[in-house]
């Protein structure tokens, strides 16, 4: 039986009961990427069979490690058990009353002295950190659930208050570390009747602190964090127009006539949506619109009403009366990104299941019924989950608007080399340090097309590469447009006489303007400088890197023979120039001292 | 014991099969933890609520099955 027909049963009748059926069944069927948790609790916390089904759902088969009860400092602070299960990802979860013996919902927060949050999260913080001395392995944190009753209800914020002052210390704590990440329990618990997270017989006979029934809930909510470390998040999120974007139809209505603005229902319920489409372009995710419309008048409608999305928002238009389909696939072809960076919201069922039928790798869905459920609907969509932002992710968008004048500009140039001395290009390698890490590790995991090897090494592995010896390289590219910020990633390792490409991959909104031959240039110099007299690079075929299959050919190299994959060069001979119109930045004295 | 509650019992404490005689003694899954996650499954499917003293008692299918039967559910002893 496969997952899809397992959930689809379950679903029809999602008691306890039939969770367990379900995680027997998916144990059982293929297609899952496996995926190890530890888990770490100070309460009665049977979840690991629920939590089994909503990673299947996510795509994961789940192994959990459960830690004996109440050991997590043990357990963070030496080697254990759950060092030897080499788990992918620590989960941590704390009752209140257990961390904080004495505090109860029965405590009054205004006359009673209560530990101070900021102390807490630090020393939970030094825990985690010891951790890390040994695994990089991500580690989640499920947050305090506040209790169930509050003796401050009116007069003063309570213990509730207290618990939220809590999760904030908990959330600051959790950005200055690397790779540890917050899971909002709190905001679950609170969302879906949180008296009844609590049993109060199970937890006063077992300490069992949240209510199983509530498990499916919570676990839905640590799978999503969970796949977000592994799936890749959609990139363009694109938009029908008539009763999506703005209610009622253009052609019928005329510009005057759709609502999108100002303070009645429903016009207010369609600018809210617009107005949670522009906070996902913010955090870095395109907006393009594909709609059966007359450009003219959608145009007309964009430029004569006050609407919270503005034309220069919006990355890609496809407004014409042909099948939706081919809009997708030009959206996505112009952008350079896969279809499956693609989302689709329509609120015509036949679109969407034309969509889902020719195009099965677009994520598409049927907006709801109503407008007012559109913005609560858009925030439940997982596929646009990403565990942390960069400041390449907030500056996605208005990169991407630089790229495109870029292309116009190509398309002016008389000749190729005139355009890419007009982009004065300068290339800044950095060797990898705290600072780019993150980033880093997120282009090694979402590059597909410019990627030689398609290697997606963890941090754990990266760190430990170094340590050997092998080097490890960012690349910033900025140029008339402005900065794209970290664009490429190397990792070169060394064996003997030879300097080998393990890793070489850049972004595809800079190829196509020599970037990566100024980069293999710099590799080289590395090589050079180590000792290394040959070069040697492997194309491993992906389903999405064609691109780079010429690569090493078209530098210099020649093939290893009896291999399908290797090539290599003799370094003396046959060096590869940075192009002129390309400088590259010489190596900051400091950046040398951060590497580690 | 009801093949209803057969089925509960077994996929929740993950076993192929399960006898009258079988309690948490037998059957190396029906830990304390599971013991909690048990109770619950069985209190929603027959939309019963177990006493408060009576939940660490139900640690064998008899006692379950009995205590299912009392409260008129139809999940008791034949």
């Known amino acids: 039986m496969d997952v899809g027909s397992i959930l689809a049963e379950l679903d029809r009748n999602p008691s306890l009961a039939a969770y367990s059926t379900a995680a027997r069944k998916v144990r059982a069927a293929e297609g899952l990427n496996p995926f190890r948790a530890a888990l770490l609790a100070n309460h009665t916390f049977d979840i690991g069979t629920v939590l089994t089904v909503e990673c299947a759902r996510r795509g994961l088969a789940l192994e959990l490690y459960q830690a004996a009860y109440d050991q997590y400092r043990q357990e963070l602070l030496s080697e254990r058990g759950m060092d030897s299960f080499r788990p992918d990802a620590l989960l941590i979860s704390l009752a209140l009353e257990n961390t904080f013996p004495g505090v109860s919902g029965a405590t009054c927060a205004e006359t009673e002295k209560l530990p101070d949050a900021g102390r807490w999260a630090a020393s939970m913080g030094s825990l985690i950190s010891a951790y890390r001395e040994r695994s990089a392995a991500p580690v989640f944190l499920l947050n305090f659930i506040p209790p169930p009753y509050d003796m401050d209800p009116l007069a003063g914020a309570g213990l509730f208050g207290w618990t939220m002052q809590l999760n904030a210390a908990l959330s600051a704590m959790a950005r200055e570390l690397p790779s540890v990440f917050v899971i909002d329990a709190a905001r679950l618990a609170c969302s879906t009747n949180l008296p009844q997270w609590r049993d109060e017989r199970m937890w006063l006979l077992a300490r069992a602190a949240i209510n199983p029934k ?63 489409v522009l906070a996902l372009r913010n955090r870095g995710i395109l907006i393009a619109v594909a709609s059966k419309n007359d450009r003219e008048n959608v145009d007309e409608a964009f430029r004569s009403r006050e609407m919270p999305l503005r034309p220069e928002h919006i990355s890609e238009w496809e407004v014409h009366w042909g099948p939706k389909p081919e809009s997708l696939q030009r959206i996505a072809s112009r952008l350079n990104i896969g279809l499956d960076s693609l989302v689709f919201l329509d609120d015509n069922p036949a679109e969407v299941d034309l969509v889902r ?7 598409a869905y049927r907006m709801p019924a109503r407008p007012e459920e559109f913005t609560a609907f858009l925030a439940s969509l997982e596929d646009f989950d990403q565990l942390r932002l960069t400041g390449e992710d907030l500056r996605r968008a208005e990169m991407y608007e630089t790229r495109r004048k870029v292309a116009e500009m190509a398309a002016g140039a008389t000749d190729l080399e005139s355009f890419y001395r007009s982009l004065r290009t300068v290339v800044a390698p950095e060797p990898a340090g705290p600072a780019n890490f993150e980033r880093i590790v997120q282009l090694i995991h979402k590059t597909n097309q410019f990627n030689l090897t398609t290697r997606r090494h963890d941090a754990a592995e990266l760190k430990t590469r170094i340590v050997r010896g092998s080097e490890l390289w960012a690349f910033r590219a900025s140029d008339v447009h402005g900065d794209h910020g970290i664009i490429a990633v190397a990792l070169i390792d060394f064996e003997g006489a030879a300097c080998v490409v393990d890793t070489l991959l850049m972004s595809c909104r800079v190829i196509g303007r020599t970037i990566e031959t100024a980069i293999l240039s710099f590799l080289e110099d590395r090589a050079r400088a180590r000792g290394a007299t040959r070069m040697r690079g492997e194309y491993r075929r992906s389903p999405r890197n064609t691109m780079v299959q010429d690569y090493f050919e078209r530098h210099g190299f020649s093939r290893v023979e009896g291999t399908g994959a290797f090539w290599e060069k003799n370094l003396a001979a046959c060096a590869v120039r940075c192009p002129e119109w390309i400088s590259m930045e010489p190596l900051r004295e400091t950046a040398g001292a951060e590497r580690k | 014991m009801t093949d ?22 037998t059957i190396p899954t029906w830990d304390s933890f599971r013991h909690l996650s048990l109770v619950m499954a069985i209190e929603e499917h027959y939309g019963i609520t177990f006493e408060a003293d009576e939940i660490a008692s139900l640690v064998t299918v008899r006692a379950i099955a009995e205590a299912v039967g009392k409260t008129g559910a139809a999940g008791g002893s034949p």
Do not use: H
């Open chain 2, 4 to 25: 209803e509650l057969r089925e509960i019992l077994m996929s929740v404490l993950e076993v192929d099969s399960i006898s009258d005689t079988d309690s948490s003694e």
């Open chain 1, 357 to 363: 039928m020719t195009l099965p790798q677009v994520r």
């Open chain 1, 214 to 276: 509530k498990f499916p809930i919570l676990a839905a909510g640590i799978a999503r964090s969970f796949a977000a470390l592994v799936r890749p998040a959609a990139k363009c999120l694109v938009v029908d127009l008539d009763n999506t974007l703005w209610g009622g139809i253009l052609g019928d209505a005329g510009p005057e006539g759709i609502l999108c603005a100002g303070t009645d229902y429903p016009a207010n319920a369609y600018a809210e949506f617009q107005r949670a």
